[in-house]
C-alpha cells in the first residue's frame, strides 16, 4: 500500500510517498513515430505577429487503449510550437473554452507583468484575451502553460503546455546550429503524469493516493512502453528539451552513455557548448543539445526523483536512426558572450522556502491568494542577489518570472559548466540553497506583479509562490 505514515509526517505534500508502485523497467516493446507539435508562426504584417490560440477540452490516450479527459490549445492535448521573433510585436489573442478561469502564462519571457499572464490576469471561460508585447527575449526555448491560483497543476497535467521558440535563424553564432523545425530542431516534451486506472489525471495528494499508473509521455505519446522513432536526415540533429512534469526531475542520457553536446539552458546560449553525458532537468526547465550522428542513437530518460509515483524509471523513449550524409561544420567555438555578474554592490536579500503541514510558504506566507502572499518589491534598474534558502526537506525548484538569473552558488559551491549559463528555473534540494543574481530591466509596473515561486506545481497551488512588484522607483 501507499506510504501514509510518510504522508502524514509531510502533512499534506505528497513528496514522500515511498511505495515503489511507479517502479519502472526499462523494456519498452513497440515503436512508434516521434509526433512534432505543429509550428505556429502567427500572420506578421509590418513587424506586428498575430497568434491565435484557444484552450479547450478533449480527449486522449494518455493511457494506451483508455481515454482521458484533457485540455490543449488548439488540439486536444499540449499545444502547438509558438516561433517568436526578437524585435516583432506579439499580440496574442488567447480564448478560453475550458469552462473555467485560465491564464496564460509565457515561461522565461521578458515582457511586462501585465503581459506575462500571472494569476492577476486570469480571464473566464467564452473570454479571449490578447496580450500585446514586443519580443525582447534572445534566441532560446520558452513554453506556455496555465497559472492560475490554485488551478495551474490542474489545467497542466492535463495537456495545457507548449513550446515556444525564439526565432534565432538570422543569428550569426547561430549559423552552425540547426534551425528547421521537425527536421533537424526537434522539440521533446516530457510529462510524467500520475493517472488513475479509469484514466482520470490526477495533480493533488487526494489524486496522486488513488493514482494506479504512472505514464512518462514525450509530446503526448506514452513510452511507457514503446519507443518513439526519429530519422534524422541532417548528420547534425538538435533536440529542445521542455520538462514540463508537474514535480519530477527527468535525466536525459545516450542508452551508450555517449555525449550529448549542450548548448542551451533555460535562457538561451551557454557561452560555449559543452559535451556532456547527463542533461538533468527540473520540473518547469528547459536545455538544448546537439549530437553529430554517423550511427544510430538511442535517448533515454531516467527519472530517480519519482515523487508522486515512489519509484524510479528508465525509458528507452526515442530511438534516431542516423540517415544524414552531410558533414556539417564545426559548431563555434563561443555561442554568446556571458558577462558574469560582479555582485559586489548588488542589494541582498533571502526569500526562504518553507512549509507548515500541508502549506507551503515563502517567506512565511502562504501564496495561495494575492494578498497572502508575500511580496518582494523593487525598482527598475535594480541589481540583486537573492539567497533562495529551502528550510525543507522537500526538493523544490525555483521559477522568477521577467528577468533571467545567472546562478553564484549551489549548496555553498561555486557553479561549473553548464551552471554558468542563464536560468529562469533551477533546482533547490532539500534543507539546500541556491544563490542567484539578476538585473531588473526594462519593465516597471505599480499595479501588476510577477510571481516566484516553486516549479512542482504541486507545491505552487499549496501556497509556496510570492509576488514581485518592479516600480519606478
Ligand atoms: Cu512556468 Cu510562474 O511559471
Ligand atoms: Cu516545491
Known amino acids: 500500500g501507499v506510504g501514509l505514515g510518510a504522508v502524514a509526517a509531510a502533512g499534506a505534500s505528497f513528496a514522500l510517498l515511498t511505495d515503489a508502485k511507479g517502479n519502472k523497467a526499462n523494456a519498452a516493446t513497440n515503436t ?218 527527468i535525466v536525459i542520457q545516450r542508452s551508450d552513455g555517449g555525449t550529448m553536446t549542450q548548448i542551451a539552458s533555460d535562457q538561451g546560449y551557454l557561452a560555449e557548448a559543452a559535451d556532456v553525458t547527463t542533461i538533468r532537468l527540473v520540473a518547469g526547465a528547459r536545455a538544448e543539445m546537439v549530437m553529430d550522428m554517423s550511427d544510430d542513437v538511442t535517448l533515454q530518460a531516467v527519472i530517480t526523483t519519482g515523487w508522486v509515483r515512489g519509484g524510479s524509471g528508465t525509458y528507452d523513449f526515442l530511438a534516431v536512426t542516423a540517415s544524414g550524409t552531410d558533414t556539417p561544420d564545426d559548431l563555434p567555438s563561443s555561442l554568446r558572450t556571458i558577462d558574469r555578474y560582479d555582485t559586489s554592490d548588488f542589494t541582498a536579500r533571502t526569500i526562504t522556502l518553507g512549509n507548515s503541514g500541508g502549506t507551503m510558504l515563502i517567506d512565511g506566507k502562504a501564496g495561495t491568494s494575492m494578498s497572502s502572499m508575500a511580496m518582494i518589491s523593487t525598482t527598475l534598474g535594480s541589481k540583486e542577489i537573492w539567497t533562495i534558502k529551502n528550510s525543507t526537506q522537500l526538493e523544490h525548484s525555483f521559477h522568477l518570472h521577467d528577468v533571467p538569473y545567472q546562478l553564484i552558488s549551489i549548496n555553498g559551491a561555486d557553479p561549473t559548466g553548464v551552471q554558468l549559463g542563464w536560468y529562469d528555473t533551477y533546482e533547490v534540494v532539500g534543507g539546500g540553497s541556491i544563490v542567484i543574481a539578476m538585473e531588473f530591466t526594462d519593465f516597471s509596473d505599480d499595479t501588476y506583479m510577477y510571481m516566484l515561486h516553486c516549479h512542482l506545481l504541486q507545491h505552487e497551488d499549496e501556497g509556496m509562490m510570492a509576488s514581485l512588484m518592479v516600480t519606478d522607483s
Open 32 to 249: 512508434a513515430t516521434l509526433t512534432i507539435p505543429d509550428l505556429l508562426e502567427g500572420t506578421t504584417s509590418d513587424s506586428t505577429t498575430t497568434f491565435t490560440l484557444e484552450a479547450k477540452t478533449g480527449t486522449a490516450e494518455v493511457l494506451t487503449g483508455v481515454t482521458s479527459t484533457t485540455a490543449g490549445y488548439n488540439q486536444s492535448f499540449l499545444g502547438p510550437t509558438m516561433k517568436w521573433v526578437k524585435g516583432n510585436t506579439n499580440v496574442l489573442n488567447i480564448t478560453n473554452s475550458l469552462g473555467e478561469d485560465t491564464t496564460v502564462h509565457f515561461h522565461g519571457a521578458h515582457v511586462p507583468a501585465k503581459m506575462d499572464g500571472g494569476p492577476q490576469v486570469a480571464f473566464s471561460d467564452g473570454d479571449t484575451w490578447s496580450p500585446t508585447f514586443t519580443v525582447k527575449d534572445e534566441p532560446m526555448t520558452l513554453w506556455y502553460h496555465p497559472h492560475a491560483l490554485g488551478t495551474t497543476a490542474k489545467q497542466a497535467v492535463h495537456g495545457l503546455a507548449g513550446m515556444i521558440i525564439v526565432d534565432d535563424s538570422d543569428n550569426t553564432t547561430s549559423a552552425d546550429l540547426p534551425t528547421t523545425y521537425g527536421t533537424d530542431d526537434i522539440p521533446l516534451i516530457f510529462q510524467s503524469l500520475a493517472v488513475n486506472a479509469a484514466g482520470d489525471i490526477k495533480y493533488d495528494l487526494t489524486g496522486y493516493l488513488a493514482a494506479t499508473a504512472f505514464p512518462l509521455l514525450v509530446n503526448g505519446t506514452n513510452v511507457d512502453d514503446t519507443t518513439l522513432t526519429f530519422t534524422a536526415t541532417k548528420t547534425r540533429t538538435r533536440f529542445r528539451l521542455l520538462n514540463a512534469s508537474p514535480s519530477d526531475i
